[in-house]
């Protein structure tokens, strides 16, 4: 399994090295990688290598909300379908950019919510290692 963060930020969030510490903790599930974009422009796009043969998870204010049960549900559903590498993005203050808007409309069911305020880094890294943490059996999340 390949997890991908992808966040649209233009400075440091203070919380780099709790960050650091549920990647390292995800890392025991599979690969996991973390990119900070600081000046995504829409001319530019997204790498290819994160809009080829990868699942998109866009996080929006408007998607789905999860609780951890649910959540590690649907990351195990899309492992189940064959979706080895995905990739979570995080937009900016000015929202998710229009490429990734699109490609997440092809996928299927990809827009999730944590509340109207967002999602910062560290809640994703947190919510996906719960996740898997549930999917396996673990006792992080009780």
């Given at each position: 399994m390949n997890l991908t963060i992808v966040?649209?930020?233009k400075r440091r969030t203070g919380c780099e090295e709790a960050e650091a510490e549920f990647v390292r903790r995800l890392s025991g599930h599979g690969s996991v990688t973390v990119e900070v974009v600081k000046n995504w422009k829409d001319k530019d796009g997204l790498p290819t290598r994160l809009l080829g043969n990868t699942y998109p998870v866009g996080l929006y204010i408007d998607g789905r909300s999860y609780t951890s049960t649910t959540l590690a549900q649907h990351v195990g559903n899309l492992l189940q379908r064959g979706n080895s590498h995905l990739v979570f993005a995080i937009?900016?203050?000015d929202g998710m950019p229009p490429v990734w808007t699109t490609r997440c409309a092809n996928a299927g069911p990809c827009r999730v919510?944590?509340?109207p305020t967002g999602w910062p880094r560290?809640?994703?890294l947190e919510a996906l290692y719960r996740s898997l943490?549930?999917?396996h059996g673990g006792?992080?999340?009780k």
């Open positions: 966040s649209f930020a937009g900016g203050a919510s944590r509340s560290l809640l994703l943490d549930i999917l006792n992080y999340h």
